[in-house]
């Protein structure tokens, strides 16, 4: 077409791989810079199709306006273009007709996408712990990856039993050899979006679209323990750990409810008119008609005499006996494995040592540079993963001591408690008051206690108990 118009062509831009419906495109940003700054300007731009050039009718015509306002006219080889006012107007058709194709191609895959999601298919990248494959029919599929499937189910696994934060699953996982796809370890909130991701328990749903389904491939995970996980990380569901924001000072800082609003209370120090500091648990809800503000020493105290109230139940205790030994033989299990597989990890950096040891010192294989570029990473891994194993090997306990010291903390919770680090409190409360206790007017009170223990009688003096309908309470 130049050669025809006796045009001689300057520079070719060529954009590879890019969509037209779209201006922010590198070749196409660099075409309009050149016009601009080039000297002398180009009279012409000439483009294949009118598609090619822009397929969003906005786009088009400001693109269109900058040309013109450089003295550089637009020309396509497939639609006659030019400046009369037929031209223009049937350019303007032609811009039109490529955004419509466009939009009308953009539903027609959106239809196809949404068609394949409720026939539990997943079309867009896999998610990590899968790779898109292909299934024994043919059909493209989500796939269990190898070497990322078996440590993101322990993950779930491991974190559904409310016993471990994320961040100790996840540095569990980071040290068997759970890996990014970039081939690093897994960071915090990659590892939190991977806990809330339906797809692992074959849940496909996309935001927006208002359809779930079951997906048509291997579940990582179950859909019982899916659902526990995501209670456990939206507070349905009490997690035996210790908070984030620790202070020894108040063990029953956000544990303890103001009674009357029921807002969790913090606590502080507060210095008196002589100098003379005093710890204080505190409601800072500034609406709550009757806040709670009373001494540390009172609130803690008063807790001590409720868990002195609480009585295990002599027809659970044969039970919890019973339970323990179940559960505890099922878990070991899982620890056993996890010990074989940190054991397995050591043998095989040990192995890959002795190979590297002997490829320099007996066959001469690599230089003394090579040797020590490629042993001083393996000696850290070891040495991580020789820890890992020790700390592994010291969860191994016996049942029979863990159960004489279980049976002993119930039968004096109070004593227990006060002797207790601050994680260990903050465990022990959230064990026996699942729900959390509310404190006012100097009187304790919970929706739920552990099964372990009978309900206080009721009848019993106004200056000593009350039973109420809420749940138990103690008077100061």
């Known amino acids: 077409m130049c050669e025809r118009n006796g045009w001689e062509v300057i520079r070719l831009f060529r954009e590879e791989g890019e969509s037209a419906k779209t201006a922010d495109r590198p070749r196409l940003q660099e075409l309009l810079t050149y016009c601009r700054v080039s000297k002398p300007r180009p009279d012409y731009v000439v483009v294949h199709n009118i598609d090619r050039w822009a397929r969003n009718g906005q786009d088009h015509d400001m693109m269109r306006s900058y040309l013109i306002k450089l003295g550089v006219k637009l020309r396509s080889y497939s639609q006659r273009l030019g400046e009369s006012p037929q031209e223009v107007f049937f350019e303007r058709i032609m811009s039109g007709q490529a955004e419509l194709d466009n939009k009308l191609r953009g539903e027609r895959s959106l239809a196809g996408m949404k068609t394949r999601v409720q026939g539990g298919k997943w079309p867009f990248k896999a998610p990590l712990g899968y790779v898109n494959g292909r299934d024994a029919a043919g059909n493209k599929a989500l796939l269990p990856d190898p070497d990322r499937a078996p440590f993101i189910s322990q993950a779930f696994e491991l974190f559904a039993t409310a016993l471990h934060t994320k961040e100790q699953v996840r540095g569990q996982m980071n040290a068997l050899g759970l890996r990014s796809e970039n081939d690093k370890p897994i960071s915090a909130e990659t590892f939190s979006r991977m ?282």
């Open 195 to 476: 806990l809330r991701n339906p797809r692992y328990a074959a849940i496909l749903s996309v935001h927006g679209w208002e359809i779930e389904a079951k997906g048509d491939y291997q579940p990582l995970v179950s859909v019982e323990v899916f659902q526990r996980v995501q209670e456990i990380l939206i507070g349905r569901r009490v997690s035996i750990t210790a908070r984030n924001r620790n202070n020894p000072d108040f063990p029953l800082r956000n544990f303890v409810r103001c009674g009357t609003c029921h807002k969790p209370l913090t606590a502080s120090w507060s210095k008196g008119k002589m100098g003379v500091k005093y710890a204080y648990y505190r409601c800072q809800n500034r609406k709550c008609p009757s806040p709670v503000n009373v001494r540390r020493q009172d609130l803690e105290d008063t807790f001590s005499g409720f868990l002195r109230q609480q009585q295990p139940d002599a027809s659970y205790l044969g039970l919890f006996h019973k339970v323990v030994l179940d559960v505890w033989n099922a878990k070991q299990a899982d620890s056993v494995a996890l010990i074989h597989q940190f054991e397995k990890q050591v043998n095989e950096l040990k192995e890959r040592k002795r190979k590297l040891m002997e490829a320099f010192v007996y066959s001469k294989a690599i230089t003394r540079e090579d040797y020590d570029q490629m042993r001083t990473p393996l000696v850290e891994d070891l040495a991580v993963a020789e820890l890992n194993l020790g700390r592994a090997r010291l969860d191994e306990v016996e049942v029979e001591k863990v159960l004489d010291f279980a049976e002993n903390l119930l039968l004096d919770t109070a004593g227990a408690w006060q002797r207790c680090s601050l994680e260990q409190k903050q465990r022990l409360q959230q064990v026996l008051f699942p729900q959390g206790v509310e404190f006012a007017d100097g009187l304790y009170r919970t929706q739920e206690t552990s099964f372990l223990f009978k309900g206080l009688p009721s009848g019993t003096p106004i200056n000593e108990v009350v039973g109420s309908a809420t749940g138990n309470r103690t008077r100061v």
